[in-house]
């Protein structure tokens, strides 16, 4: 419509407020319900990016359970340097991330980007689909909320509130 009233230079023609306000509580109503998709597939993503572990305790035995903690207990005991030292190497670290950061005396910012780091590096693939799915999710978002205040803004123009429910729209007579 505003395309056609630019060429002819007349001014578009608006339905009426009631058929507006209606046509607008529908459009609300399906922003809702995709907004509620979006939410579930996003839940989806991070579960299954939560799911995502970095040691396979499958085919562990007690000894290498007990080894990992006693290593855990020596990076406990040594100062900073030292630890960030011993970090370099693969057994510390794997012995290290495998548990909670105070279990082995490494900060809490550090063992999350360590942790981050290894995980990409192993699972590069589940990483990278779960992370492109909640990315995509919050994209839709940001569209649909967009989308949300453009209609919100067309039931105040005609002449409603946003939380008002629409009356609806007459029936023309045949």
């Given at each position: 419509m505003v395309r056609?009233?630019?060429v002819t230079g007349k001014q578009p023609v608006l339905?009426?407020?009631?058929?507006r306000q209606s046509v607008a509580r529908n459009?609300?109503?399906?922003?809702?319900?995709?907004?509620?998709?979006?939410?579930a597939v996003a839940e989806q993503a991070a579960a299954a990016r939560a799911k995502l572990k970095l040691i396979d305790h499958k085919n562990d035995t007690l000894i290498a359970a007990m080894g990992r903690?006693?290593?855990?207990?020596?990076?406990?005991?040594?100062?900073?340097?030292e630890r960030t030292a011993a970090m370099r190497k693969v057994t510390f670290r794997m012995?290290?991330?495998?548990a909670e950061p105070e279990l082995s005396g490494v900060p809490e910012l550090l063992?999350?980007?360590l942790y981050e780091e290894e995980l990409a590096?192993?699972?590069?693939?589940?990483v990278e689909g779960a992370d492109e799915a909640l990315n995509a999710a919050e994209i839709v978002r940001e569209t649909l909320n967009t989308t949300r205040l453009a209609v919100e803004a067309e039931l105040i123009a005609s002449g409603t509130t946003v939380s008002e429910l629409?009356?609806?729209a007459p029936t023309k007579e045949w």
């Open positions: 056609i009233a630019k339905a009426e407020p009631a058929v459009q609300q109503r399906e922003l809702a319900q995709i907004q509620h998709r979006i939410n903690q006693e290593l855990r207990a020596m990076l406990r005991t040594m100062k900073p340097e012995a290290a991330l495998e063992h999350s980007r590096a192993k699972l590069s693939a589940e629409a009356e609806p």
